[in-house]
C-alpha cells in the first residue's frame, strides 16, 4: 500500500498542471468571452476550484478534462448573472435556446444604444439564417461542438459516427458559415 502524497507533492503536482493546462485553459476561456478580465477572473476562479477539489481524497481522474468542464461552467454561470438575452430571445426562429449564448456574448451589447442593438440585430438574423442554410448532419456537429462544448470522441460515442466524419462535416460548416458571412465582417 501507497502512502498518500504529502502536502509539497500535492503542491508540486498542482504547478505542474497550471503550467501544462494554464495556456490552453486560457485561450478556450477567451474565444467564449470577450472581457479579458472577465477571462482571467474565470481561469483563476478555475484554478482555485482545481486546488480545493485536488486536496479532497477523492483523486480527478482527467485533469485536463475536468478542467475544462469546469471552465465551461463558470463561463455559463458568469454569463446567466449578466442576463445577457439569449439569441432565441431576439430571434425566434430557433427551437433550442442553448444553443447560441456563446455567440450571443460576442455581439455588440444591447444596452449600447440603438445602433448597437440594431447591428446585433442584425448580426443574429444572418448568423441564424446561416446556420439554418447549412445541411442538417453539419449544423448538428457545429453546433454541437460550437455552442455546446461536446467533444468529437463524445459524439462519435452518442452517434456512432467516426470521429474523422464529424470532423469534416464541422470543417464544412466552417467553411460555408465562413463563407457566408464574410460580408458581415467586412463591413
Given at each position: 500500500m501507497t502512502a498518500p502524497p504529502?502536502?509539497?507533492?500535492?503542491?508540486?503536482?498542482i504547478t505542474a498542471t497550471v503550467l501544462r493546462e494554464r495556456s490552453r485553459l486560457?485561450?478556450?476561456?477567451?474565444r467564449r468571452v470577450a472581457d479579458q478580465t472577465d477571462a482571467d477572473d474565470i481561469l483563476q476562479d478555475v484554478f482555485y476550484e482545481f486546488t480545493q477539489a485536488y486536496h479532497l481524497p477523492e483523486p480527478i481522474e482527467q485533469v485536463s478534462a475536468w478542467l475544462f468542464r469546469v471552465a465551461r461552467?463558470?463561463?455559463?454561470?458568469?454569463?446567466?448573472?449578466?442576463?445577457?438575452?439569449?439569441l432565441d430571445d431576439l430571434n425566434n426562429n430557433s427551437d433550442d435556446e442553448d444553443d447560441a449564448y456563446r455567440l450571443d456574448l460576442?455581439?455588440?451589447s444591447?444596452?449600447?444604444g440603438p445602433e448597437a442593438a440594431y447591428t446585433r440585430a442584425m448580426l443574429l438574423e444572418e448568423l441564424q439564417l446561416a446556420l439554418e442554410a447549412l445541411?442538417?448532419?453539419?449544423?448538428e456537429v457545429f453546433i454541437a461542438h460550437e455552442?455546446?462544448?461536446?467533444?468529437?470522441?463524445?459524439?462519435?460515442?452518442?452517434?456512432g459516427v467516426p470521429i474523422n466524419t464529424l470532423l469534416a462535416r464541422k470543417r464544412y460548416a466552417v467553411l460555408f458559415l465562413r463563407q457566408r458571412l464574410q460580408a458581415l465582417y467586412d463591413e
Open positions: 504529502t502536502t509539497t507533492e500535492q503542491d508540486q503536482a486560457w485561450h478556450f476561456i477567451r461552467n463558470r463561463i455559463i454561470d458568469r454569463f446567466r448573472k449578466k442576463k445577457e438575452v439569449a460576442m455581439l455588440p444591447p444596452d449600447a445541411p442538417a448532419n453539419q449544423r455552442l455546446d462544448g461536446i467533444s468529437f470522441k463524445e459524439m462519435a460515442a452518442q452517434t
